[in-house]
């Protein structure tokens, strides 16, 4: 994981400005995945002005899979794979010892698919449209928002949606799961560093 910073600071109002911009870059590295920011971070008193933006600078679903670590750390530069992704967010508010700022993501995954070459099979069909989204405030209201998530490993499909919204009081969650799981078949589509074996009655869980 790497930070690469650039701040813009004024001493009379202490506003630190993270840009975008070529001259003025400013990134979070996650294993392959770029993180680009702007906006400001202000800090008058004890109170913390929070307007940041956040987006991906890269587009592959290769390099979502570098945040897998069972992927990550076995031949990832020989992986099959083809698919788009992007993801955005925002920190928007007020951070004290009481107070939590907004914020919010967005993630979106389109026609993605990975292979091992020297596995038998794949997983195809992956598609993810999540959002994530938490007032300002006291940080216990927040809402998850899975408009799709879908994904056919080794021959299996799995679909599913479902909203969550989470408060300090209570949990709603709505939703439906379509599909089956076989956790056999996924030492077909990744390489484990550990033995995987369910007894026949329990290797299959399905969903309808």
Sequence with gaps: MFFYFFFNDTATTEIYTLSLHDALPIYLKLNEI??????????????????????????????????????????????????????????????????MPAYGINLLVKNAWFKYPDLPKSVKNINIDLKVDAEEGSGDNMTVNIKKA???????????????????????????????IDFNSVKEVIFLDYHFVLEPHDKLLQFV
């Design 34 to 99: 770029d993180l680009g920011f702007d906006g400001y971070v202000e800090m008058p008193s004890d109170d913390i002005k929070t307007d940041i933006t956040f987006k991906t600078k890269n587009t592959r679903f290769k390099d979502v899979l570098s945040m897998i670590p069972a992927i990550y750390k076995t031949d990832f530069e020989d992986i099959q794979t083809d698919g788009q992704f992007k993801m955005n967010g925002y920190v928007k508010g007020i951070y004290n010892n009481k107070n």
């Design 150 to 180: 879908s994904m056919t490993t080794a021959g299996n499909p799995f679909s599913m949606n479902a909203f969550i919204n989470m408060t300090a009081a209570d949990v709603a969650m709505n939703g439906n799961v379509k599909g089956k």
